[in-house]
């Protein structure tokens, strides 16, 4: 076998097939798929004698040796080889080529020159050298990211461990608090994003990185886009539109740990009393707060879709119930961002919770209930006596007719054992020695949605 490299020149003494069914590292060769030779030493390999190109003798070593029986030709393929294994999953390969002989030849005849066969994928530049690493391309199996996934993937700690290029003898580490993953779906392109440091002020995220590689459907290896630098992000995935300007903020979507309401529930989930910074497009050093009384979540198990719905300034006028709304928005699995389904609206809700009888014709009314966060007693007052007040009580049969029930104070009493309270509006006559006059008196439960009149 008459081997040209820069590594070796000269003939090496290979066995020949009718040799190699006499050598122990050779088996099965009658199989035509590639396989590989017993070397039971891999450290070292196996020493096959040589004559160099200057007629010296000497010997060399192979690791790994590649081998198949093409049967139409009754013909062997070899491939010697030496592989080293580093830390970090990089592979330095030598092939010294691959060659052929008959089943009954008496020589090697070269098909395919020396060449290196290392799994190098990415390389960094620092403190004034190349560093090689091997880092998993999307068509490994190993690849550390769920393929072909348009949400923004990350792992953190990630550390790649490189190896000085040329001698390979040095090595360095490089760690990232952040490794993100993008995907394309449009031109099948991932994006490495290496961050060594991350910071986050309001909307925009300033990050340093170690650098950008990018890999497209036919490459081998990772392609550098940016070398080490910083980045800044909006982060910002959701407008608002208030008074006429545009802001943007930041309310996490449902594939973040973050996301405010319990993932996959189909029925309705709210959150109250929330309060999101806006920035302002045009200036986003002009923030305000949004108010947010309540934000109402509503789960498609369909379409595994979510909607939003931001409730801002509520208003109680008599039974009637002003809600506010910044806007719907919408999320489907595969988005960035929440779409916004509608702007802002107002929506009007008859909200009578009480039938009162009173003078002989029936009303409505709205009471807040023990549930309510507007429910009196949850005041922390330690007098269950408060009031001078009124209630707008409306004929049932013409909710547009209302009267007005004065009131000096409203009693609140509380029932322990049965968890129902019982609310009595008194009219106190100063003129009759301060006598006390029931005008009505309703009852609820702790978790009841009515008032219900008793005598």
Excluded at 119 to 139: C, M, Q, R, Y
Excluded at 144 to 173: A, C, D, L, P, V
Aim: hydrophobic share 25%; charged share 25%.
């Amino acid at each position: 076998m008459d081997i040209t490299s820069d590594r070796f020149t000269g003939s090496v003494c290979f066995p020949l097939p009718a040799e190699m069914k006499n050598n122990t590292i050779f088996t099965n060769l009658q199989n035509t798929e590639w396989q590989d030779a017993n070397i039971q030493d891999r450290n070292n390999g196996d020493s096959f004698n040589t004559v160099d190109s200057s007629g010296n003798l000497s010997s060399i070593r192979f690791n790994r040796i590649r081998y198949r029986y093409i049967q139409s030709e009754n013909a062997y393929e070899v491939e010697p080889m030496w592989e080293t294994f580093k830390d970090g999953g990089l592979k330095l390969g030598y092939s010294y080529g691959i060659y052929k002989c008959p089943a009954n030849g008496s020589k090697w005849e070269c098909r395919q020159g020396a060449q290196e066969t290392n799994n190098i994928t990415l390389e960094f530049k620092k403190d004034g050298a190349t560093w090689s690493v091997h880092v998993p391309l999307p068509t490994d199996d190993d690849f550390m990211f769920t393929k072909e996934s348009t949400e923004r993937q990350s792992k953190t700690n990630y550390t790649i461990k490189g190896y000085k290029r040329g001698s390979y003898n040095e090595s360095k580490e490089l760690n990232n608090k952040v490794l993100y993953c993008d995907y394309d779906a449009a031109t099948g392109e991932y994006k490495l994003t290496l961050v060594t440091a991350e910071q986050t002020q309001g909307i925009v995220t300033t990050i340093r990185i170690a650098g950008v590689y990018t890999w497209k459907p036919g490459n081998t290896k990772w392609d550098q886009k940016q070398g080490e630098g910083t980045l800044t992000e909006n982060i910002g995935n959701i407008k608002f539109t208030l008074d006429g300007k545009t802001y943007d903020a930041l309310v996490e979507l449902p594939t973040s740990d973050q996301f405010m309401f319990t993932k996959g529930q189909t029925t309705q989930q709210i959150k109250k009393g929330v309060q999101i910074t806006g920035y302002n497009e045009q200036n986003s050093n002009e923030s305000r707060s949004i108010e947010c009384k309540v934000i109402y979540c509503d789960y498609d198990a369909q379409t595994q879709g979510y909607k939003l719905s931001f409730a801002g300034k509520t208003e109680i006028n008599g039974i009637t119930q002003n809600t506010e709304y910044l806007g719907d928005y919408t999320w489907k699995p595969g988005d960035t961002r929440w779409t916004k389904a509608k702007g802002t609206y107002t929506e009007s809700k008859n909200i009578a919770n009480t039938n009162i009888s009173w003078n002989g014709e029936k009303y409505v009314a709205y009471i807040p209930l023990p549930s309510s966060d507007d429910f009196w007693y949850k005041w922390g007052y330690s007098n269950p006596d408060w009031g001078h007040g009124n209630l707008q009580l409306y004929k049932h049969s013409d909710l547009n007719s209302s009267i007005t029930a004065d009131y000096t104070y409203i009693r609140v009493s509380e029932v322990q054992e049965t968890g129902t309270y019982t609310l009595q509006m008194i009219k106190v006559d100063y003129s009759n020695g301060s006598k006390e006059n029931v005008i009505f008196k309703v009852q609820c439960s702790k978790t009841g949605t009515a008032w219900t009149q008793v005598k």
